[in-house]
Structures are given as C-alpha cells and as structure tokens.
C-alpha cells in the first residue's frame, strides 16, 4: 500500500510539472498560431494516442450518462483551454499560472454545492490561502515587471470556474464505472468537435481586432 501512495505521489508530482510547463510552451506557440488553433491540434494529438493507447469502443450505458460526457469535454477541453490559450495573448503566462491554481478552491466548493460532499471547514480555507502565498512567492519571485491586465487576468479567472465544473462532472462520472482512459478519450472527443465552430469563428480578424481594442 505504501509502494501505491508513493508511484500515486510520484505520477502527481509529474503531471502537475507537465502541467505547468504547458502554459510557457503555449506562450511560445502563440507566435505563431492561434489560440484555438493550438488547442484544435494538441487535443487531436492528443485523441489519436489515446485511441492508439486503448482502441476499445466504450459502450455508454445510459444516454443521460452521454450528456454529462458532452458537457465534460465542452467545460474541460474546449473552453477551459479556450480562454486559457486566449488569456495568454493578453496577459503574463505567470498571472494565468497564478490565477488557474485556484481551481481546486472553486472545485471545493462546487463539489460542496453540487454533489453534497464533506462540508468545508476552516482548515480548507487557511491551507488555500497558504498554499495561494506559496505559488505567488515561487512565479513572481525576482520579478519586477509584474503587471495585471483586467481582460486576460480575468479570462483566466473564467477558465478556472469552467475547470471547476468539469471537475465536478468528471467526479460524478467516475462513480459510473467506465475505464478511465476510455473517458478521457470521450472527453477529448467531444472537446475536439465542440472546437470546430470556434476554429472558423475565431480565426476570423474582426473577432481579433475587437479583443485587441478591448
């Protein structure tokens, strides 16, 4: 058991690296691509290696169960990524880094709202506060040139509300015992198809020099 909780710690501590790594590398994409377009190929890289990984159909058992798929891949692929990749081009890829590590305060208190789990306790809050103190002190150390802008800053905001409800659909959906990388695969999906409208909407130049002038 103490082998599992170390291989657990030690896979956490990767993908949140990977994680974090992400948001530089966009900023460097963004260059010379588009937010959406970005987003359009990683997550059908991304589908791709996964259908390579576990090309097994998945057979959903109820149609209700197909929604809360839809509306995952929407919230958790299309548009938490959207407004992230979009929050980049306005504003320091440590301020969306900042701001995106509240998701799991936003994630609390939802799950508390929506699916009725253990209530919040004041521990909660002083440890998020700790931890908000830490993650400021580790991106903005020897930084001086920190600056806020209010449409990036808070277009980063709504992409961690968004990443709160996708995980509060990912968790009631863990509870009906589909495979994992079976899900993810429907969530990468449904992200990727839900991108197609915004990859024709938002190349569009007009759209660009409106956010511009905002």
Same mark, same amino acid.
């Given at each position: !058991?103490?082998?599992?909780?170390?291989?657990?710690?030690?896979?956490?501590?990767? @993908?949140?690296?990977?994680?974090?790594?992400?948001?530089?590398?966009?900023?460097?994409?963004?260059?010379?691509?588009?937010?959406?377009?970005?987003?359009?190929?990683?997550?059908?890289?991304?589908?791709?290696?996964?259908?390579?990984?576990?090309?097994?159909?998945?057979?959903?058992?109820?149609?209700?169960?197909?929604?809360?798929?839809?509306?995952?891949?929407?919230?958790?692929? @299309?548009?938490?990524?959207?407004?992230?990749?979009?929050?980049?081009?306005?504003?320091?890829?440590?301020?969306?880094?900042?701001?995106?590590?509240?998701?799991?305060?936003?994630?609390?208190?939802?799950?508390?709202?929506?699916?009725?789990?253990?209530?919040?306790?004041?521990?909660?809050?002083?440890?998020?506060?700790?931890?908000?103190?830490?993650?400021?002190?580790?991106?903005?150390?020897?930084?001086?040139?920190?600056?806020?802008?209010?449409?990036?800053?808070?277009?980063?905001?709504?992409?961690?509300?968004?990443?709160?409800?996708?995980?509060?659909?990912?968790?009631?959906?863990?509870?009906?015992?589909?495979?994992?990388?079976?899900?993810?695969?429907?969530?990468?999906?449904?992200? @990727?198809?839900? !991108?197609?409208?915004?990859?024709?909407?938002?190349?569009?130049?007009?759209?660009?020099?409106?956010?511009?002038?905002?």
């Amino acid at each position: !058991m103490e082998n599992k909780n170390t291989v657990g710690h030690l896979v956490a501590l990767l @993908t949140i690296f990977i994680w974090g790594t992400t948001f530089i590398s966009t900023k460097i994409l963004l260059n010379d691509f588009t937010p959406i377009e970005i987003l359009f190929i990683r997550f059908i890289m991304g589908l791709i290696a996964l259908m390579v990984v576990y090309p097994h159909r998945m057979k959903v058992k109820d149609k209700k169960h197909e929604l809360l798929f839809m509306g995952a891949g929407l919230c958790g692929v @299309t548009l938490y990524y959207l407004l992230e990749n979009i929050a980049l081009t306005f504003t320091m890829a440590s301020n969306v880094g900042v701001i995106c590590s509240l998701a799991p305060f936003f994630t609390a208190i939802l799950t508390y709202l929506f699916l009725k789990d253990e209530p919040l306790r004041i521990n909660f809050f002083i440890g998020f506060v700790v931890s908000m103190v830490g993650i400021c002190l580790i991106s903005f150390s020897g930084t001086s040139n920190f600056q806020l802008n209010p449409l990036g800053d808070l277009l980063a905001v709504g992409a961690t509300i968004v990443w709160a409800l996708y995980s509060v659909l990912t968790r009631k959906i863990s509870n009906y015992g589909y495979n994992t990388i079976q899900i993810t695969r429907r969530f990468f999906f449904y992200g @990727t198809l839900f !991108m197609i409208p915004s990859l024709f909407y938002l190349n569009s130049n007009w759209v660009w020099n409106v956010l511009q002038i905002l």
